[in-house]
């Protein structure tokens, strides 16, 4: 795809004192649309991708704070043998807390077990998923480039550790279009304890036109605030308001064409509009059979919450959306994976809490036949380090971690690569966040070489300079 120019964002009105009126004029005509529009949600053109995908929709199983892969998906026998004692490949400047961490080896305690014909390990945290082994890519040689949680976030979702950067979505929808007119086409669904560290940035569009950027729907009540149309207003009434706001922000829009929030904006109202009764249609589960508002958790305090999102996430990609960001844990500390102080107690309420639900997705898809079309990804920002942090927690490790994918065509009951003994460095077929967004962007019929955004003069992509598919994971 040919590179494209980046928008420029002209100066001040010259006629200040009309721009105001104007803004406050349209804020009191578009009523319920005003939070919405500011998000500036997708165009809902449908682009071609470089060859035909594999997968036409992601869902991105996002668990912030770093879970550990030795106590989840990398089993590592030597912990034991060195248990409380110094592993030799430890390295006191990897520690991101170094009073407190330290460089005894920490057993996991949790027992594993190989699962399915292909003999995937996977820990007794996962009784429900455990079923799906033969479902899953296994990617044990992750490595990363920071360890603390925002650039780390940033890094994971952008490809860069700095801010600014558009987000994996937003380069989906720069180069695939959106493919549902009635919705947008990156959505992002929290944890019900709110947003990780970097917020916004997580889902950002960066430097690429306003209307890529993801838009989060709430955990709970109305997916959108302010979406719902105002009482006493009708259908007709509405489309003459909204009408009319097309005519004046286009004109606008043609004397200033280099502001693309402007454009994102006229977009967003329309958008906004259809979505009135598409958005509660989709996010309505109620709608569901009772069998599956039940094998995804609903009825279960524990995992509703989470369960929730999964079963919104098959429905919107069910609809048309291409990219789904599901987190688990919000805000900071004890509420995400971060387990600093109490690795079982920790690791213990997050796979309580998703285990179930992911399970149910996967078999959800698979009966539906969605399976095949939609890449399932799960993993977070970095994985946890072998050894101690005080006496029962796990510090942050970016230098070996697993990451799974399942379906949109990625080789089922698979592992790849392999970290060192201990689980603490990517050892063997190591795979960068770069090769897998390399991978991720080729699964979807996307070069990641080729698909570039003229931006201050350079052509940026989401891998940098840097990048392989790893032709491995692909079946």
């Keep these: 795809m040919p590179s494209q120019t980046s928008p420029s964002f002209g100066s001040t009105p010259a006629s200040l004192s009309m721009s105001i009126d104007r803004r406050t004029f349209l804020q009191s005509l578009g009523g319920g ?51 409380n004692k110094a ?77 600014g950067f558009p987000t994996m979505g937003s380069w989906l929808g720069y180069g695939l279009g959106n493919a549902s007119q009635d919705l947008p086409g990156y959505v992002v669904l929290l944890d019900k304890n709110g947003a990780p560290v970097n917020g916004a940035i997580n889902w950002s569009n960066g430097f690429m036109p306003a209307r890529y950027q993801g838009i989060p729907f709430r955990a709970t009540g109305t997916p959108i605030a302010n979406l719902s149309r105002p009482k006493g207003v009708s259908v007709e009434d509405q489309r003459a308001r909204l009408d009319f706001l097309k005519e004046q922000n286009q004109n606008y829009a043609d004397l200033h ?36 508002q039940k094998s995804y958790g609903l009825e279960n305090d524990m995992t509703k919450n989470f369960g929730r999102n999964c079963l919104l996430a098959r429905r919107l990609v069910e609809r048309g959306v291409r990219f789904v960001q599901v987190y688990s ?24 809490q998703t285990d179930q639900p992911i399970a149910a997705l996967l078999s959800d898809l698979e009966a539906r036949g969605m399976l095949d079309k939609t890449l399932v990804i799960w993993g977070g920002e970095f994985g946890r380090l072998p050894t101690h942090q005080g006496s029962k927690g796990r510090d942050h490790n970016p230098f070996g971690f697993t990451y799974w994918m399942a379906g949109g065509g990625v080789k089922p009951g698979y592992i790849h690569g392999a ?29 990641h070489e080729r698909l570039t955004y003229r931006h201050l003069g350079r052509d940026y992509r989401i891998t940098d300079v840097h990048g392989k598919i790893v032709n491995e994971l692909i079946a």
């Excluded at 997968?55 to 106590?71: H, K, N, R, T, W």
């Excluded at 454009?263 to 109620?286: C, G, K």
Aim: charge should be negative.
């Design 257 to 292: 064409p280099g502001d693309s929030a402007l454009e994102a904006r006229i977009e967003a109202y329309e958008l906004a509009f259809r979505m009135q009764a598409a958005a509660p249609e989709v996010t309505d589960l109620s709608l569901e059979t009772e069998f599956t």
């Design 329 to 352: 844990g919000g805000n900071t500390g004890p509420s995400a994976w971060d387990a600093h102080k109490d690795l079982k107690g920790n690791h213990s309420r997050q796979t309580a």
């Design 33 to 83: 649309f005003g939070a919405l529009a500011a998000n500036a949600l997708f165009a809902t053109e449908d682009k071609q991708p470089h060859f035909t995908p594999k997968a036409e929709s992601v869902i991105f199983l996002f668990m912030y704070g770093g879970p550990s892969q030795v106590d989840t998906f990398d089993p590592k026998p030597a912990l034991n043998k060195w248990a």
């Design 419 to 447: 970290s060192d003994e201990f689980g603490y460095h990517a050892a063997e077929n190591k795979v960068h966040v770069h090769d897998l967004h390399a991978t991720i962007l080729f699964l979807l019929g996307l070069y």
């Design 87 to 163: 592993i030799p490949v430890y390295r006191k400047e990897d520690g991101f807390f170094q009073g407190e961490t330290k460089p005894t080896a920490m057993p996991s305690p949790w027992s594993f077990k190989k699962y399915g014909q292909s003999g995937i390990d996977i820990s007794e945290l996962y009784p429900n998923l455990c079923q799906h082994a033969d479902k899953l890519c296994v990617i044990r040689s992750m490595h990363a480039d920071s360890n603390n949680h925002g650039p780390a976030l940033s890094q994971m979702n952008s490809g860069f550790i700095l801010p």
